[in-house]
C-alpha cells in the first residue's frame, strides 16, 4: 500500500529556514518522482516543485528557485525539502505526491499535508 507522511512543518521567522521530510512506504521511491504543493487559506493551491532526484528537479516558481531545494535518501525512502529564506507569503500547508511523472495538477498519492507559518 502507497502512502507519504510530511513531517518537520512549524512556526519560522521570516529570513529563516525549515526542512520538511516526506517518508515514502509501498513503493520504490527510485522509480518515482516526488512533486510538492501548497495551499495557503482563501487561495488555490499551486505546485512548488517536483523532482525525481536531487539533480533533476522543475521549479514551478520562479520565487522557489533559488530558495527551495530537494534532496533524497533512497536506503531511508525519504524525501527532503529545504526551505530558506522564508517569506510570509510562503505560508501555506504543504503536501507531498507520488506519481510517475510530474504534472502542475498534482500527483496520484498524496500526503496529508503539513502546516508551515512564516511570522513574526
Known amino acids: 500500500q502507497v502512502q507519504l507522511v510530511e513531517s518537520g512543518g512549524g512556526l519560522v521567522q521570516p529570513g529563516g529556514s525549515l526542512r520538511l521530510s516526506c517518508v515514502v512506504s509501498?513503493?520504490?521511491?527510485?522509480?518515482?518522482?516526488i512533486g510538492w504543493f501548497r495551499q495557503a487559506p482563501g487561495k488555490e493551491r499551486e505546485g512548488v516543485l517536483c523532482?525525481?532526484?536531487?539533480?533533476?528537479?522543475?521549479y514551478y516558481s520562479s520565487s522557489i528557485k533559488g530558495r527551495f531545494t530537494v534532496s533524497r535518501d533512497n536506503a531511508k525512502n525519504t524525501v527532503y525539502l529545504q526551505m530558506n529564506s522564508l517569506k510570509p507569503e510562503d505560508t501555506a500547508v504543504y503536501y507531498c505526491?507520488?506519481?510517475?511523472?510530474?504534472?502542475?495538477?498534482?500527483?496520484?498519492?498524496w500526503g496529508q499535508g503539513i502546516q508551515v507559518t512564516v511570522s513574526s
Open positions: 505526491t507520488a506519481d510517475t511523472e510530474c504534472l502542475r495538477t498534482g500527483g496520484y498519492v
Open positions: 509501498g513503493f520504490e521511491l527510485e522509480h518515482m518522482v
Open positions: 523532482s525525481r532526484n536531487s539533480e533533476d528537479t522543475i
